[in-house]
């Protein structure tokens, strides 16, 4: 693994651990050459999946790209990052059994609605913000009593 401060190709692995589900490997590397330490993962890939978008385009599908929204949509909220590792895998675990290999965006985004609306109701509505594309503040209130109606 390139150590991504110096470029060296030659870093050693100082710790290993499993995530708590197994199904990916977080790895604590030095570099020798400028003395970084830095943390890799590596995960289960079962499968290439393709993302079709709104426009009919089709781009790879990106796991960093998903903990992203997930992780914004849980910033500042008391929620660990090994949590949103799991969610994501789950996520991407039910992706995988779909036996499906292209998606629509728009399913990948129910998806993630679903499983914010069980962890944590304050990101559920910041993702469904942008998700929904929310435009006027009404948009928040209809969507916030909307979910207190349904409890």
Same mark, same amino acid.
């Given at each position: 693994?390139? /150590?991504?401060?110096?470029? /060296?190709?030659?870093?050693? +692995?100082?710790?290993?651990?499993?995530? !708590?589900?197994?199904?990916? @490997?977080?790895?604590? #590397?030095? /570099?020798? !050459?400028?003395? &970084? #330490?830095?943390?890799?993962? !590596?995960? @289960?890939?079962? %499968?290439?999946?393709?993302?079709?978008?709104?426009?009919?385009?089709? +781009?790879?599908?990106?796991?960093?790209?998903?903990?992203?929204?997930? $992780?914004?949509?849980?910033?500042?909220?008391?929620?660990?990052?090994?949590?949103?590792?799991?969610?994501?895998?789950?996520?991407?675990?039910?992706?995988? &059994?779909?036996?499906?290999?292209?998606?629509?965006?728009?399913? @990948?985004?129910?998806?993630?609605?679903?499983?914010?609306?069980?962890?944590?109701? +304050? &990101? $559920?509505? %910041? $993702? &469904?913000? +942008?998700?929904?594309?929310?435009?006027?503040?009404?948009?928040?209130?209809?969507?916030?009593?909307?979910?207190? !109606?349904?409890?």
């Amino acid at each position: 693994m390139k /150590c991504p401060f110096c470029g /060296c190709s030659d870093t050693q +692995v100082k710790d290993s651990r499993p995530n !708590e589900d197994g199904t990916s @490997i977080r790895r604590r #590397r030095l /570099c020798p !050459e400028c003395g &970084a #330490r830095f943390t890799t993962f !590596e995960y @289960i890939q079962s %499968r290439d999946l393709v993302v079709i978008k709104k426009n009919d385009v089709r +781009v790879p599908f990106e796991r960093e790209k998903l903990y992203r929204s997930i $992780y914004l949509a849980l910033r500042k909220r008391d929620v660990d990052s090994e949590k949103i590792d799991l969610l994501v895998g789950s996520l991407i675990k039910q992706l995988e &059994a779909k036996g499906e290999t292209e998606i629509p965006s728009s399913e @990948i985004g129910e998806m993630v609605l679903d499983a914010l609306l069980k962890l944590d109701k +304050v &990101a $559920y509505i %910041r $993702y &469904a913000s +942008v998700y929904k594309n929310f435009r006027t503040t009404e948009d928040f209130k209809d969507f916030a009593s909307k979910l207190t !109606e349904e409890k």
